[in-house]
């Protein structure tokens, strides 16, 4: 269906470069916004999302330091701050 709609100006941008960004539509964008806002969580994105970069064994962590807990990290990174 089409409609003509009036947005502000300085919203229209923001959408306009998420489209850009998302290599999406504007359309496609207000259609998903909309979904959220009237609580259809349906929405789609255009496209994969691209798998996150690993780095196995690129990171120098003391033993006894668990990588895969969040707060050791950080305890251990506070530590380092304070050097």
């Known amino acids: 269906m089409r409609s003509n709609v ?3 100006e300085t919203l229209y941008s923001e959408v306009n470069e998420l489209a850009k960004r998302d290599h999406r ?3 496609s ?6 979904r959220l806002l009237l ?3 349906n ?3 255009s496209g994969e ?3 996150l970069p690993t ?3 690129k990171l120098n962590i ?3 330091i668990n990588p895969n807990s969040t707060s050791e990290i950080l305890d251990l990174l506070d530590e380092l701050d304070q050097v």
């Open 43 to 45: 929405f789609h994105m």
């Open 39 to 41: 609580g259809g969580h």
């Open 49 to 51: 999302l691209a798998p």
């Open 6 to 8: 009036t947005i502000d």
């Open 62 to 64: 003391p033993m006894g």
């Open 29 to 34: 964008v207000v259609e998903d916004a909309l």
């Open 55 to 57: 780095f196995p064994r």
């Open 25 to 27: 539509t504007v359309d």
